[in-house]
């Protein structure tokens, strides 16, 4: 069973698998304004650090931290997530198969859809 809930941006902590790439936060931040959010960011419950505090928080698991950059730049408070309590290992997987598993359009592909 899937659960989402609403949380504080600022308790997401980053999975940080990859650099972010400033230009794509920006598409993606004009994308999510007009639309909303379409995939939610998918964390699993984790210790984070707000304000030099420990709180309990969520760590992103895989392919949302582009996500969390662009709402961040929206100025959003808050982000449905989807919570899952993956172990390491599971959450590794998660994060493979987001990142490198996925087929991006291509130009073609990309043009068709305009």
Same mark, same amino acid.
């Given at each position: ?10 308790? *997401?902590? +980053?999975?940080?698998?990859?650099? !972010? /790439? ?8 004009? +994308?999510?304004?007009? =639309? =909303? *959010?379409?995939?939610?960011? #998918? ?6 650090? #707000?304000?030099?505090?420990?709180? $309990? =928080?969520?760590? *992103?698991?895989?392919? =949302? $931290?582009? &996500? !969390? ?16 309590? $993956? ?5 590794? !997987? %998660?994060?493979? /198969?987001?990142? !490198?598993?996925? %087929? $991006?359009? /291509?130009?073609?592909?990309? #043009?068709? &859809?305009?």
């Amino acid at each position: 069973m899937k659960k989402y809930l609403t949380v504080n941006v600022e308790h *997401i902590q +980053s999975s940080m698998l990859r650099p !972010l /790439d400033d230009a794509h936060v920006r598409r993606l931040a004009e +994308s999510i304004e007009v =639309g =909303g *959010i379409t995939n939610a960011i #998918v964390v699993t419950p984790s210790p984070v650090v #707000v304000g030099g505090v420990v709180i $309990d =928080g969520y760590r *992103i698991t895989r392919g =949302g $931290d582009h &996500r !969390l950059a662009a709402v961040k730049l929206l100025g959003w408070l808050e982000v449905e997530v989807q919570v899952v309590d $993956d172990d390491d290992l599971r959450q590794q !997987l %998660r994060g493979l /198969d987001e990142n !490198l598993v996925r %087929r $991006d359009l /291509d130009g073609a592909q990309r #043009v068709s &859809r305009l």
